[in-house]
């Protein structure tokens, strides 16, 4: 068949455009591996957003575990729990945003802040320390130890803690980990996940909730029974509010009625309920670790299973004992015997409440709040004999 200059011509520009675009194709693929690559590599940051009282202390030490992590244990604590727009609502978010870029100048400026306006009393070993709760934010003290010896070899590595120093043991973490129950909603932390996007940070919100019964019986066995009516109180008016609240914010994304939620849609939210993470504690946290694209690391595993079976004898030996590791064990001990503390079985305190909290206590939150529990996905309770009957799970 004779081919004509015509069409010799198409089928030599059809060669023609073929080979430039599989040369581009194939030059571009080192680009490609590039920014994977650099993705990758990334700092990573996990804000832990939840309420008091919902196994957050449980759930932040399990992923605080992670090797090369830096853990930051309720920041914002001198700010108090007011949700209440305002300066002060803005000026713990600017508090947030700048620590979590690993900016740890003023503090004590802006903690003398947040006390003056929360009333709280208790911010003198905040104060002290430079940063509040460096005991329970897990491998801080370590990391800054360390990083102020290799750093200043002559200097004072003691408290204060020196901001500069703090800001390194920062910037050479992955992930950061914080956990907060003063950040009121999901929406409060968009702009600080658009920021620090710009930085370059791979940032994911996990949010953790709670069965609002199980917090009423966790507050009451705290306050006593004698102050039923001041927890239901705090219920009504706290806890169930900002539940529903983030709950109508995501609705609202899902439904697209409101401005672009960033973190939702870059799918870097995951809400995640305390009952399911305490019954099956390896594999919730295999889930999370997943979402923020890591596998599960071999000493989160370890901690786990340190948290939920301590053995309470070797222990306590090892205490009697002195030497190394006991300083360790008195530590799960006295975490194991405080309410506030995150050593215990949670499985054995997921339904708890059901034999705890009276019955008519159950029926006035329900009526508050039933709607947030049922899409929440907990289970509603018409009599009392139904909440006792522990062979129907409430979630």
Known sequence: MMITRGRQLSVATLIFVASMFALSYFKDIPNVFSRLSSEKDRQKVLIILTQTRCGSSFTGEVFAATNNSTYLYEPLYPFGFDCTPGISKNRKLRLLKQLLSCNFTNLDEEYKYGFSVSGWKDGASCRKDGFCFTGASVGLQDSYRKSCKRLKPNGNCGYPMRDEILGNV???????????????SVEDLEDIYRHLKRMEK?????????????????????????????VLGEIRNQYCPRQNANIEYLDSVDQGNTVQSSIVAEGRYMR??????????????????QFINLPLPSEVTRN???HLHPNITLLKERVKKGGEGSKQA????????????????????VEQWRGLLPFEAVKSIQA???????????????????????????Y
């Open 170 to 184: 920062c910037q050479n973490s992955s992930p950061i980990i914080i956990k907060t129950t003063r950040v009121c």
């Open 368 to 394: 508050e709040c039933g709607d947030v529990l049922k899409k929440l996905g907990y289970k509603l309770f018409e009599s009392e004999e139904g909440m006792k009957d522990l062979s129907m799970r409430s």
């Open 202 to 230: 791979n940032t994911y919100v996990l949010h953790l909730v709670r069965d609002l019964r199980s917090i009423a019986s966790s507050r009451m066995k705290l306050e006593g029974k004698s102050k039923i009516k001041k």
């Open 330 to 349: 008195a530590k799960v001990l006295q975490s194991f015997n405080n309410p506030f503390g995150s050593v215990r079985d949670p499985s054995k305190i």
């Open 304 to 306: 786990i299973r340190n």
């Open 272 to 289: 995640i309920r305390y009952e399911d993470f305490a019954i099956n504690t390896i594999a919730s946290a295999n889930k999370v670790f």
